[in-house]
């Protein structure tokens, strides 16, 4: 993915695409994806970095959803589990099958939850990751060995997906770039362009780097900003009502040890409800997630203090090292783009994860809701509206069977198997610099090759899309990448012919990020 090449691309102000995505999260990703299997063009644009909000904020889960069987939302989970399948054929590089043991405390719990689940392997049909079945209290703590002992009967282990959101992100947005989509990180919308009818035909946008302004021409302009959304649909309409309520989840890094083995951990009712999860990840411990209701959408939205108690609480319940703020590494927050519920209902559990199309009477196409998991189908939903919108005839969808970007079917071992294909080719940098070879943290096995590699192939142009979102560790252990920072800054300048303002400006901003995902030991 080159940026300057793409943004040349802008310069044509003749040429009239098929489809304008704003968005470059997991929605607006699905839309292109979808949208190159039929032969579209397609433009993408992202006011930030790819996924550098909610998609890149989620639990690593790609899950049909056991807590929507049990709300019986039967229909979410039949085309969760479908996608789930799929993604695991279609990104073996990213996405695998990981094992979850649910806590068995009673005799009642036991049945309960081994005929759900029973259910949940059958929905799965073709597509299965493994059969759900009990184990004895012996067997759950020889793979969860970090789990409280009393009062245990025993555990429930099913089959669930997991991933890496952020990379995913990516390989979609280098498998769009691949087909022929002008994708787009730091370009902003600034207005909607509409003809003499009122009819949405274009954009105006500015790249935010160099604050170059453009007029973009297009038959579809699709609105796939997550909690953002009610900002594009006021740009459109500004009598249109809200429509998203954001809700905030919080996750807290722990070292793996607190939990042991290579089994996740599910608790399906905590004392408010809802479900948490300690997923093992890169190496780490995610620990999530919350529900709680907040007015404004914030592109850095920032953990509660009463949300990391909840977390440590909860956790501390069936660990016995109960975690401590001290042992957290890293805590970020994401905001689920939920339908704003009617008047009187404010349960964030209670408000369905299905996705929705919402098509304006100007012809701007709005995809809400959904959840990583189906993001494929949410874009195979939107893209349908092409021939409603423009009259054109639309070809079958065929990204259900695309593969992405580093697909392989020989995953390279260690840190390396998120790149898939590319960890050779990264890995062969070396020769062109030996130093390029030295790690970046003593803690972590990335290499400066890494960083080089983000900046000429994956549109990475700051510090922070190298430390979040390429190389995860900002996710992973927040003071790592404060210490790893301005090696990363000084191999960037040196890649992109920045100055030591640029590398001083960089880390002024990274370091501002960055301290929002460590915990606070001592909060007032």
Known sequence: MNRPENLKQLQDTSKIWDIAVIGGGSSGLGVALDAISRGLSVVLFEKAD?????????????????RYLAQGDVGLVFEALK??????????????NQPFIIP????????????????????????????????SKEETLK???GLKPEGLYGGVVYHDGQFDDARLALNLAQSADEAGTCVLNYVSVNSLVKNDAGKINGLHVSDKLSGKKYQVNAKMVVNATGVFA???????NPEASKMIQPSQGIHLVLDLDFLGGKDALMIPKTRDGRVLFAVPWHGKLVVGTTDTLREKPKLEPEALQKEIDFVLETAAGYLTREPTRADVKSVFAGLRPLARPKEGSTKTKEISRSHKVILSESGLVTLTGGKWTTFRKMGEDTVEYFTQVTGEKLKKSKSLDMKIHGATNRVPAGHWGIYGFDAQPIQDLVNENKAWAEKLHPDFPNIEAEVIWTVREEMAVKVEDVLARRIRMLFLDAQAAIDAAPKVAKLMAEEM????????????????????????NNPK
Not at 107 to 134: C, E, I, N, T
Not at 230 to 236: E, G, N, P, R, Y
């Open 230 to 236: 009610d900002k594009i649909l006021k740009m459109d």
């Open 50 to 66: 790819f996924a550098k909000g909610t998609s890149s904020r989620s639990t690593k889960l790609v899950h049909g959803g056991v």
């Open 104 to 135: 068995i405390f009673t005799a009642k719990d036991r049945f309960m939850y081994s005929v759900g689940l029973k259910v949940y392997d059958w929905m799965s049909g073709r597509l299965s990751l493994g059969k759900s079945q009990f184990i």
């Open 497 to 520: 012919d920045k100055d030591e303002q640029w590398i001083e400006s960089e880390l002024a901003d990274f370091h501002k990020t960055a301290s929002k995902y460590l915990i606070k």
């Open 143 to 145: 793979r969860l060995p």
């Open 83 to 96: 996608e789930r399948g799929k993604l695991l054929k279609n990104a073996p590089h990213l996405a695998h």
